[in-house]
């Protein structure tokens, strides 16, 4: 009873991770079929295809999932059909493999299916797909082969290979020889199980199957030996030479091969040696050498849980905390030896650091099918043609950002398609092409990501924006704003210059929210727009959430971090020339800023000695200045999340717990700075 509850959830085990492989097989299927759209004929991307669709039907087949299965045998169909130019891509084909990957999505999550209802839909859907493949097929006649022998020079070997009961948990995978033996040629392979015993005797990660391996290869018997040079000691193996040439093409051999698999007796010499190598067959000299490379099989990545991401930066910033504590424990000390040792450590954790970092950083491209998909399958619906051009894609970000990051990114690329391109006939009108165009572009900016999403289509008359706020009483009638500012007004609650509501895009209220989720991430989002060319929204991102390097100030008797990453320069207050003091602004080295008292932010009461000193801080295209009363110095900064009390403060964007177990608040710059230029044009 134990040995099976144990192989029930080593069983589970491998399920789950073969859904998660599945996930990366459909995303790879996904980006192979928007290719193939574009390409009806690439051979190498149907090929992608097909190996994808036979991964899937094979694993489902291996792990339970017989109906996935059942139904990518019957997909799978349908592209062997198109690789053996039998049948011609086109719009009905690409569009029904998209729906059938949306069914197999479906499949992996609910498992076999038990409801009627469904099942009945996969049937129907089934007899869609064999419908194509039968009603489209263009049989293609083969030629008959002239009756000449050609000697390709390469020769024909069957081997026989029994790895020992051990041989896994010496950490060998004979799948991976049997793929080296592919390499090197044609190879069929027979596999026999009759060893494995009952579940009461089962060893879970003992091996009882053998193999046999008829390969046609150019190398010689030594070049086959070298693929079990290192498991010589933990298995039998047995080569021998059945002919010159390829026997593989031989009918009989290919019975003679049927049998053995379908009756599990293993293949004889006898059987094979004295039969000859066919009449000239299609199998060129090219194909028959193909040269393998002999590699150790060093794994180069391997998949770790997120949790386990999240809980190693998670204790990375408890010792960044723990280190500034040792910090300040030694400078109170004064010890030349604590200083050392904490000056040592502070470098491990710095590395450490950046190392877990790396490790939770994924590449934008991971979520960009999603994008492809939606833009394919939008334009489709409304009949607009549209080109969507992807840049940057392996841009890496935080994966706790890219959560965060792909409804926002959804909804902006929705109204793309829905508001911003015309119709082909609209374009035709307007001078430009049938075709619409959106970029998806990601691009480094200092310690920031930079995305933006442009489009070539109608645009955005900002003397609408105008007329729709004042009308919707969120700005004052004689209030006069500049073109940033009138786009902004796009991301207050509720604003939308769509009068009818869209199936697509919804009722107007998602740009406030689009504003909100960028903000969660102390990431900023702007809009550009040109009447008839186009619009633009640029998201400005931060690399990581967790730790950040800050600015420790402190504001009456409260202590704050500003982001390093945003700061331009610090400047002592009698460097500072002040102008209007109603307007706020300040001169430095003949030039003008706004700047912001954060006394005044906080609530503080003024301070009367005059020391205070003035942090400029990088906002969107120009600087802006921060009055802080003392600056402390640099520190490494764990960041928290704020309580749900806390939760609504707009300018903080959390907190971190100092050496000395105080707490200082983060300021997010770009969000105070935001909601100070609101109120200038806000009505009360």
Not at 193 to 221: A, F, H, R
Request: negative net charge.
């Amino acid at each position: 009873m134990f040995v099976y509850l144990m192989l029930e959830a080593m069983i589970d085990k491998f399920k789950v991770k073969f859904v998660e492989e599945s996930l990366d097989n459909i995303n790879d299927l996904e980006e192979a079929l928007l290719l193939l759209e574009k390409d009806t004929k690439n051979h190498e991307i149907i090929e992608r295809i097909f190996r994808a669709m036979h991964s899937l039907k094979g694993g489902g087949a291996m792990f339970g999932f017989n109906d996935l299965s059942e139904f990518t045998h019957h997909l799978e169909t349908i592209f062997d059909l198109v690789r053996n130019d039998k049948l011609q891509v086109d719009n009905t084909i690409i569009s029904l493999t998209f729906e059938a990957i949306d069914h197999i999505k479906h499949l992996l999550d609910r498992g076999d299916l038990v409801d009627p209802e469904e099942i009945k839909e996969q049937k129907d859907f089934i007899a869609r797909v064999q419908l194509v493949s039968e009603t489209n097929q263009e049989i293609t006649k083969v030629a008959e082969l002239p009756n000449v022998i050609t000697d390709d020079g390469s020769n024909t070997f069957l081997i026989n290979f029994k790895p020992n009961e051990e041989i896994l948990r010496n950490g060998t995978n004979p799948f991976y020889l049997l793929d080296d033996l592919h390499a090197m040629g044609n190879a069929q392979v027979l596999a026999f199980s009759s060893k494995v015993p009952g579940l009461e005797e089962l060893d879970p990660i003992g091996n009882y199957v053998e193999w046999q391996i008829v390969l046609n290869t150019s190398e010689s018997v030594n070049d086959i030996k070298d693929v079990f040079i290192f498991v010589e000691d933990e298995c039998s193996i047995d080569i021998t030479k059945l002919s010159a040439g390829n026997l593989l093409e031989n009918e009989d051999v290919k019975l003679i091969i049927s049998e053995a698999i379908d009756q599990q007796k293993p293949l004889l010499v006898d059987q094979l040696k004295g039969l000859s190598v066919p009449k000239n067959t299609e199998f060129t000299k090219s194909e028959s050498k193909k040269k393998v490379q002999l590699k150790e099989h060093k794994i180069s990545s391997i998949r770790v849980s997120s949790t386990k991401i999240d809980e190693l930066v998670n204790l990375v910033s408890e010792l960044v905390t723990i280190q500034a504590q040792l910090n300040l424990y030694a400078e109170k000390d004064g010890n030349a030896g604590i200083l050392s040792l904490a000056e040592n450590i502070q470098k491990l954790s710095r590395q450490l650091r950046d190392n877990a970092f790396e490790i939770s950083l994924i590449p934008l491209q991971s979520e960009l099918m999603r994008f492809q998909r939606l833009v394919r399958d939008l334009s489709k619906e409304l009949g607009k043609d549209i080109d969507f051009i992807i840049e940057g894609g392996d841009i890496e970000l935080d994966k706790n950002i890219i959560e965060h990051l792909t409804d926002p990114l959804l909804h902006i690329i929705r109204n793309s398609v829905d508001h911003g391109v015309e119709l082909p006939a609209e374009r035709i009108k307007a001078g430009k092409s049938p075709k619409g165009t959106i970029i998806f572009k990601a691009f480094y900016s200092g310690a920031s990501v930079i995305v933006k999403v442009l489009d070539d289509g109608r645009g955005i008359n900002p003397d609408q924006i105008v007329k729709k706020a004042i009308a919707k009483g969120l700005i004052d009638k004689n209030v006069e704003l500049s073109k940033k500012e009138i786009f902004d007004l796009v991301f207050l609650s509720g604003f939308s210059t769509k009068e009818q509501v869209s199936d697509v895009s919804g009722r107007g209220v998602g740009m406030d929210v689009v504003k909100k989720k960028i903000g969660e991430i102390r990431g900023e989002v702007s809009l550009d727009s040109e009447v008839g060319k186009g619009t633009t929204l640029t998201l400005e991102l931060p690399l990581t959430l967790s730790i950040i390097d800050g600015l420790l100030v402190k504001v009456a008797n409260n202590q704050y971090v500003i982001p390093i990453a945003n700061i331009e320069k610090i400047h002592a207050m009698d460097s500072v020339k002040f102008g209007s003091t109603f307007n706020h602004v300040v001169t430095i080295e003949e030039k003008q800023f706004p700047y912001i008292d954060l006394r005044e932010t906080f609530n503080e009461t003024a301070k009367k000695d005059g020391s205070e000193q003035l942090i400029l801080v990088k906002y969107e295209d120009r600087k802006v200045g921060l009055m802080v009363d003392q600056v402390i110095g640099e520190y490494q900064t764990v960041v928290k999340a704020m309580g749900r009390f806390l939760k609504k403060q707009e300018t903080i964007s959390g907190a971190s717990i100092m050496g000395d177990g105080t707490i200082s608040m983060v300021i997010d710059t770009n969000r105070l700075i935001h909601l100070n230029a609101m109120k200038k044009y806000r009505t009360s």
